[in-house]
């Protein structure tokens, strides 16, 4: 399949029309209708019905394919002009997930000028650093002591791209009460997540952790949600949880000193908050030194 029609296509699905995915990608609505002509002749099936604009049952089954293979070949491409780039000047662009930027030893070791922090989701981290969207990683998760994070999806489709991902830190995990919590006075004896699976919860993919992980961890079909937070801000999550709209488990480093709440630490867990960064190669210039800084800083 031709990639610039493979990514014609994908764009028409997402945006549901052919002139808003014209204006998107710089072509003529003309262009974009000839380009999912072209896609469906070569694959011998219709993939969207045109109104409304929405894939097809073939065009559904080729948006699961679509997305790997067109961030594979961004990947390849940026695994390319690594080979040949001169060593990066000033300039560094860090993505991290929300709770890694939120990491103090992560803040101080940033240099105070040439670096641009870009926050995104956790499962976007690898692929910014694959496709050279940023030069380097941070990722964070729920994981066992010294166990890699679970970045196994992502390392399968851009394995050549990612090199290597280096732990920073782990550590302890706390559940942010209210002050005036019953629970909350377990601050010095800590809690059991046993405890916890019956108790309503903040389901927070992108500033905490989803709460469909925290299950899968745990291996239970507990903590149902209270409220839903769908922003990155990590003092709003906690924010949110000691005026009591619900749970939320959060790294000691990052639920300390929230006004109002009270952290109490987790007994008897095998799980930790891991800190991992994700560099594509061996990072040089300016980088590498970031590199040096953020691993003696954590």
Do not use: C, K
């Amino acid at each position: 399949m031709d990639p610039h029609l493979l990514r014609t296509f994908v764009t028409v699905s997402r945006l549901a029309s052919f002139s808003a995915a014209a204006r998107e990608l710089g072509y003529t609505q003309s262009a974009v209708s000839q380009h999912i002509a072209a896609l469906e002749n070569d694959l011998g099936t219709p993939l969207l019905s045109r109104r409304p604009v929405a894939p097809t049952r073939a065009g559904e089954r080729l948006l699961e394919h679509a997305g790997s293979l067109l961030l594979r070949l961004d990947a390849a491409r940026a695994d390319l002009a690594r080979l040949t780039a001169e060593p990066a000047g000033g300039a560094v662009t860090l993505a991290a997930s929300p709770l890694a930027a939120a990491h103090p030893g992560i803040l101080a070791a940033l240099p105070p000028t040439g670096v641009t922090l870009h926050v995104i989701p956790r499962d976007e981290v690898p692929a910014a650093v694959a496709t050279g969207a940023a030069d380097l990683g941070v990722a964070d998760g729920l994981a066992a002591p010294n166990d890699p994070l679970p970045l196994a999806d992502m390392a399968r489709l851009t394995a050549s791209a990612l090199g290597t991902a280096r732990g920073l830190t782990e550590d302890p995990l706390t559940v942010l009460f209210p002050a005036d919590h019953p629970l909350a006075r377990r601050a010095r004896t800590g809690l059991r997540l046993d405890d916890l699976v019956d108790a309503r919860w903040i389901d927070a993919p992108a500033a905490g952790f989803p709460l469909q992980r925290l299950r899968a961890a745990h291996g239970s079909y507990g903590f149902r949600p209270a409220l839903r937070y769908d922003g990155t801000d990590v003092r709003t999550l906690a924010a949110l949880a000691a005026a009591g709209h619900g749970l939320t488990l959060l790294p000691a480093t990052a639920a300390a000193a929230t006004p109002g709440g009270v952290a109490v630490p987790l007994a008897g867990s095998r799980l930790v908050h891991r800190t991992e960064l994700v560099t594509a190669g061996e990072p040089t210039g300016a980088a590498g030194e970031l590199v040096r800084r953020l691993s003696r800083a954590v």
